[in-house]
């Protein structure tokens, strides 16, 4: 009988998290749950440990933002369930998860600063990454990556994009440039006054995805594809000089390397997040799963590609700035624009006010240029602060 794989879930109630374990129950006979993690959607966390039936189970995680999902960190105290799981609590009970040898791969599907350490907690335990968390590499992509190699850690990335480059290289120093797709959201072909008077559910009406109200204003600002950029850059060394954006209206080119000689390599598909997922959890091997069917060209019809519109979008050049620059640029970056989207989707600014307070923070940000773990908090905390002051 072939031997399963073992697999914890860090973020199990959110959009990443619930089609994982779609594809998980697709592949049951493939696959172990030791632990599921999740906010406070507690009635759901407990409906997935009933049918999946895990070792343990941990509430609490703690976020940035209440309406992200996320409550109070508590400290951890090991309870059974009477349900046949044990019980976890908060940041502690993280650390537990991802410090269980037993684990194959850990996916880090919650969204904020709190992956960061279930991530490095992961590495340091030897235990494989698929990562879902744009802040752990945003925030601290080279103490992550170094540890990473250190340690034989193979982190596997989730993102449509990322993973569609994962796909494309075979040997990176071969590699000459990476091209990152964006479906351009839901103001690509809207003015920049449009833009200005957007309501929260304009931004909110992706064309493409279905994804979590914050990351969902990220890809209206294309803020989210500056993140992948900064992403891009960690997961797979390349310079930010050699990582370009192109615009894909149809979302079926997911990303594309080129290599030296000139030729490209892309890698296709529908716009569904269960294909990159299934991808990252049972690497390096390939099977039939819950979206897999024939592609076909002549349904897609056509694929449209055009440049980014640098001026309408100027969250790009912030973060192409911020990821030059390096050290804790990217800690402001992300912490400014975090907080300054929670207050547009709390009526507190306009959506085209958002880059505007993330160029103004990192203007006056003076930057650690190689940071500590607790560095880095400490100025994603400073950095919220300040933020927040400039809504009062």
Not at 117 to 142: C, F, H, Q, R, S
Not at 179 to 205: C, N, R, W, Y
Not at 207 to 229: Q, Y
Not at 323 to 342: H, K, M
Request: glycine residues 8%; proline residues 3%.
């Amino acid at each position: 009988m072939e031997k399963k794989r073992k697999i914890s879930i860090i973020g199990s109630t959110g959009s990443i998290g619930t089609q994982a374990l779609e594809v998980i129950e697709k592949l049951s006979d493939k696959f172990e749950i030791i632990a599921l993690a999740g906010g406070n959607n507690i009635e759901l966390l407990e409906h997935q440990a009933k049918k999946f039936k895990p070792e343990y189970i941990c509430y609490n995680l703690p976020s940035s933002h209440a309406g992200e999902g996320g409550i109070s960190t508590r400290g951890t105290s090991v309870r059974n369930s009477g349900e046949g799981y044990k019980i976890l609590h908060g940041e502690e009970g993280l650390e537990q998860i991802c410090s269980n040898k037993e684990n194959d791969i850990i996916l880090v599907a919650c969204s904020g600063k709190i992956g960061l350490k279930p991530t490095l907690k992961a590495i340091e335990n030897g235990i494989d990454i698929a990562l879902a968390n744009k802040e752990t590499l945003v925030m601290a992509g080279d103490i992550v990556m170094k540890k990473a190699r250190e340690n034989g850690v193979n982190i596997i990335p989730v993102d449509s994009e990322h993973c569609a480059i994962h796909q494309c290289i075979k040997d990176i120093r071969q590699v000459d440039k990476l091209i990152i797709t964006a479906s351009g959201g839901p103001f690509l072909h809207k003015s920049i006054d449009e833009m200005q008077k957007a309501t929260v559910k304009e931004a909110l009406s992706h064309p493409r995805w279905h994804m979590g109200k914050k990351i969902t204003v990220d890809s209206a600002t294309l803020m989210n594809k500056g993140l992948e950029i900064i992403e891009a850059h960690h997961l797979f060394g390349m310079d930010y000089e050699n990582i370009e954006v192109v615009i894909h209206p149809q979302s079926i080119v997911h990303s594309a390397i080129e290599y030296k000689d000139g030729s490209v390599i892309a890698q296709l598909g529908l716009p569904s997040m269960h294909i990159p997922i299934q991808y990252a959890i049972t690497y390096p091997e390939r099977f039939e799963g819950i979206k897999s069917k024939s592609f076909s060209f002549t349904d897609a019809a056509r694929l449209d590609f055009e440049k980014p519109d640098f001026e309408k979008f100027p969250a790009l050049n912030l973060a192409y700035f911020a990821g030059r620059t390096g050290g804790t640029a990217t800690v402001c970056l992300n912490a400014a624009n975090e907080e300054a989207v929670f207050a547009f989707l709390d009526g507190k600014i306009t959506l085209c006010k958002i880059v505007d307070i993330v160029e103004k923070m990192l203007s006056d940000h003076k930057v650690i240029k190689n940071p500590s773990i607790d560095e880095i908090f400490e100025v994603d905390r400073e950095i919220r602060e300040k933020t927040k002051k400039l809504f009062a």
